[in-house]
């Protein structure tokens, strides 16, 4: 491992459709990973016109990249972005509302600037070797993980390699499973036959050592309310909930009263 930091809808029909034909030639459990992967990471959609990479890490050769905001910071965070999210976007608002960190912002494998095919098993051991590197870096860590990413980072950051390393962890829009958000979605697919990766955060949650806070959008109709209120019930003691009512789940992350819960969470100034 080497890291380098470097100066009924259409949608359901579509699924069903093509499941069902697959099962039928492969007569397998589950033949179709491939085809329901590409549905659910879209990871297509992330890459196009990017900055320059000022981070990368291989991995058993596959290169996963990012960018670093404000190196050379004694504290560091972490983020793991959402779904079909460009990561390289948030460069400029974690400098300015996180300045005393230095931020890695770094693409899953398959997504952005980086290489390889995404899986739940690659984007979490990813994640670990991530945070172990930026870890003998710096001399303390934050997590951030919105949406998809809360699903990471839950795995990551209860993973006992690195557990005792993350000083705070944030939860955005998070989800008690993926399959359970694609079911609720998709009502009446066999979704656990269908998605092979199921991102069950409400087992990992409970395995957190470090400080948890949870931002949730009043108005998220993709994570709905129950699939947050089964992952909060299985959240550590201690663990800090706070609701923004007015967003949802894209707009979440955009107003200052976002920012600011994380920077009174992870002792920062509020600006």
Not at 236 to 241: E, L
């Amino acid at each position: 491992m080497v890291a380098t930091i470097v100066n009924n809808s259409p949608c359901r029909q579509w699924l069903t459709n093509r499941a069902f034909v697959r099962v039928g030639h492969a007569g397998s459990v589950n033949p179709i990973g491939d085809l329901t992967r590409r549905l659910v990471y879209q990871a297509g959609r992330t890459r196009g016109d990017l900055p320059p990479t000022t981070y990368e890490l291989d991995r058993d050769g596959t290169v996963v990249r990012g960018w670093v905001t404000r190196p050379g910071s004694a504290r560091a965070v972490v983020y793991f972005g959402g779904n079909i999210e460009d990561v390289s976007g948030w460069r400029q608002r974690f400098r300015t509302s996180l300045g005393g960190r230095t931020s890695y912002l770094v693409a899953y494998r398959g997504h952005g600037a980086s290489d390889g095919i995404p899986t739940e098993r690659d984007l979490v051991e990813d994640g670990i070797a991530v945070l172990l590197d930026v870890a003998g870096r710096h001399e303390s860590v934050a997590v951030i993980g919105r949406s998809l990413g809360s699903g990471v980072a839950a795995q990551v950051c209860s993973d006992p390699r690195v557990r005792d390393v993350v000083e705070s962890v944030v939860l955005v829009t998070p989800f008690d499973s993926l399959s359970g958000v694609m079911r609720t979605l998709f009502g009446g697919l066999p979704v656990d036959l269908l998605v092979p990766d199921r991102f069950p955060s409400v087992e990992h949650v409970g395995a957190i050592a470090a400080p948890i806070l949870v931002v949730r959008a009043g108005h998220d109709t993709i994570v709905r309310p129950e699939a947050t209120d089964r992952l909060v019930a299985a959240l550590p003691p201690g663990a800090r909930v706070v609701e923004l009512p007015e967003e949802d789940h894209v707009s979440v992350a955009q107003p200052d009263a976002y920012w600011n819960e994380i920077q009174r969470f992870l002792g920062e100034p509020v600006t």
